[in-house]
Nanobody, 121 residues
């Protein structure tokens, strides 16, 4: 079994900052890429930021310069630090990871349960 559990999120004012984190646990042999996605009401889920096991990052154009993704491989945890947030950043944020379990020779994609981020005054 493998689980991704998110924490953080909540209500933040426009221009403010907020961080979310996601910890993977279970029978994990290796974690490759980890990332954050978001889904706003009535919209499709979209990629926000991705980080490889080596630390290379990629961001959606809409969040470049405002969001920072990082990871702690010892803790199997990925973070998303958001600054200068905007109302359009309001969404459910999901973490995602490519994980190889100890009992399987291949990677699978796992998702967290999602955490709500609301940007509003």
């Amino acid at each position: 079994q493998v689980q991704l559990v998110e924490s953080g999120g909540g209500l933040v004012q426009p221009g403010g900052s907020l961080s979310v984190s996601c910890a993977a646990s279970g029978s994990i042999a290796r974690i490759n890429a980890m990332g954050w996605y978001r889904q706003a009401p009535g919209k499709q889920r979209e990629s926000v930021a991705v980080i490889t096991s080596g630390g290379s990052t990629n961001y959606a154009d809409s969040v470049k310069g405002r969001f920072t993704i990082s990871r702690d491989n010892r803790k199997n945890t990925v973070y998303l630090h958001m600054v200068s947030v905007r109302p359009e950043d309001t969404a459910v944020y999901y973490c995602n990871a490519q994980i190889r379990r100890t009992d399987r020779p291949y990677e699978s994609t796992y998702w967290g349960q999602g955490t709500q981020v609301t940007v509003s005054s």
